[in-house]
């Protein structure tokens, strides 16, 4: 998880790229703004981390106990995270 300063930081590096796109137009205060930004921010991040611990919980109960750390465990972690991801997004 990232501590709030660390997403106030990444909120403020947002809006001014926001800002400076040609193609975007601000129509509200930068307050409001980095409100809505901190929001969606950690939604997302408590997104990932459910699914951090979906994962994880999968691997835990394979019979064989794959160690983490490990390549195999790297390796099929990722695959499961990425479905798991690609199942959130069709819902």
Request: charged share 35%.
């Amino acid at each position: 998880m990232l501590s709030e300063d660390k997403v106030s930081h990444l909120s403020h590096v947002i809006l001014n790229a926001v800002k400076q796109y040609a193609g975007a137009r601000v129509k509200s205060d930068d307050a409001r703004l980095l409100k809505e930004i901190k929001r969606v921010l950690a939604a997302e991040l408590a997104q990932e981390q459910e699914l951090d611990r979906k994962v994880k919980a999968k691997l835990a109960s394979y019979s064989r106990g794959i160690i983490e750390g490990s390549n195999e465990w790297d390796v099929l972690y990722r695959k499961m995270f990425e479905e798991e991801t690609r199942k959130q997004m069709k819902v």
